[in-house]
């Protein structure tokens, strides 16, 4: 995971975001961004005055209950839930079309947003999951960022400023191909920044998500789960494959001997980030047809239980004629 994020950084003040100053020893200080006011309890009324979503998780994906002790280890990626491999195909496909339907009511209506945030281990399949599932969907109406190593613009602000950029506006998509989360993954893994500073964020990444929930977001977070021996045969296909050399890095190889030490990070940030509004999907994904099935109907079931509706058309429209 080398490749995907940068050195830690000394933090600067910016108006849409949390003030971190850092000092030359590695400490902290953390000042009380704009929003904080909106979180602690004078959070605005969400557009259109619609209320909160329950996330709907599909049948086979394991979901992280808040504020209880959460095993990792305990999920089995290899896991299919008993479904049959030929007939998920059909079923994958009726779910994109109902994400291509309920996406153009929620791009119509103008007024809640959808953001799904994908993360897992190198070559967990997040790029794959991404396009299978939204294949057809309106490319105006999504958008999917991908977060790498930050730039220099990025390390000169907190955090989380760079992902706060990228969240969807009212009436979109938004995909985030990895996330915020990385800054308690890989910094913690990789030694980038003190505990203190990494410990810290699980709050700061509760309230920001908060916020967004608060602000018409529903959010769906998707831990894409394989095992040690999937990630090696994997990882194999790449290099024997020459198509596939453009996605190998051999970086990868030396991430992979930090293997537990990222499970626990993995399994930490679950624990600890999942909230009744924004919980964590465990997705056992060493079979990619399962995990593509059981995330298209997830997100299918949650834009249905969104409602997005079209807004009603001027008075008079269906008594209008086109002149010749």
């Known amino acids: 995971m080398s490749k995907k994020h940068g050195k830690h950084h000394r933090g600067q003040k910016h108006d849409d975001g949390v003030t971190e100053s850092a000092d030359l020893n590695g400490s902290n200080r953390l000042s009380p961004p704009r929003w904080a006011g909106v979180i602690a309890g004078n959070a605005p009324t969400m557009p259109g005055g619609h209320a909160s979503v329950s996330v709907r998780a599909a049948p086979g994906i394991v979901t992280v209950e808040p504020g209880a002790p959460f095993d990792l280890q305990a999920v089995d990626p290899r896991t299919d839930n008993g479904l049959d491999k030929d007939w998920t195909k059909d079923a ?34 997040k790029d794959g999951t991404i396009r299978s599932v939204l294949k057809g969907v309106n490319p105006q109406g999504c958008a999917v960022t991908s977060f790498k190593v930050p730039s220099t613009d990025e390390r000169d602000h907190d955090f989380l400023w760079r992902y706060h950029a990228r969240t969807p506006a009212r009436g979109m998509i938004g995909v985030f191909n990895r996330s915020h989360y990385e800054d308690v993954l890989v910094v913690r893994v990789k030694g980038l920044v003190p505990d203190a500073v990494w410990q810290s964020r699980y709050g700061q990444i509760n309230d920001f998500e908060r916020l967004l929930t608060e602000s018409g977001t529903t ?44 499970q626990q990070a993995f399994g930490d940030a679950l624990t600890r980030c999942s909230t009744p509004d924004a919980p964590w999907l465990v997705v056992p994904a060493d079979h990619k047809w399962f995990r593509n099935y059981v995330i298209a109907r997830t997100v299918a079931d949650t834009l249905e239980a969104m409602d997005p509706r079209f807004p009603e058309a001027p008075q008079g429209i269906a008594d209008l004629t086109v002149p010749d």
Not at 112 to 119: D, K, T
Not at 238 to 260: G, Q
């Open 219 to 262: 959010i769906l977070k998707f831990f894409l789960h394989i095992s040690k021996a999937e990630q090696k045969k994997r990882l194999e296909a790449r290099i024997a494959d020459p198509e596939k050399h453009w996605k190998f890095d051999p970086a990868d190889l030396v991430e992979r001997k930090s293997w537990d030490d990222y």
């Open 92 to 125: 994958l496909a009726k779910e994109r079309a109902r994400i291509d339907a309920l996406q153009e009511r929620l791009y119509a209506e103008r007024a809640r947003s959808l953001l799904l945030v994908f993360q897992a281990i190198d070559t967990g399949g």
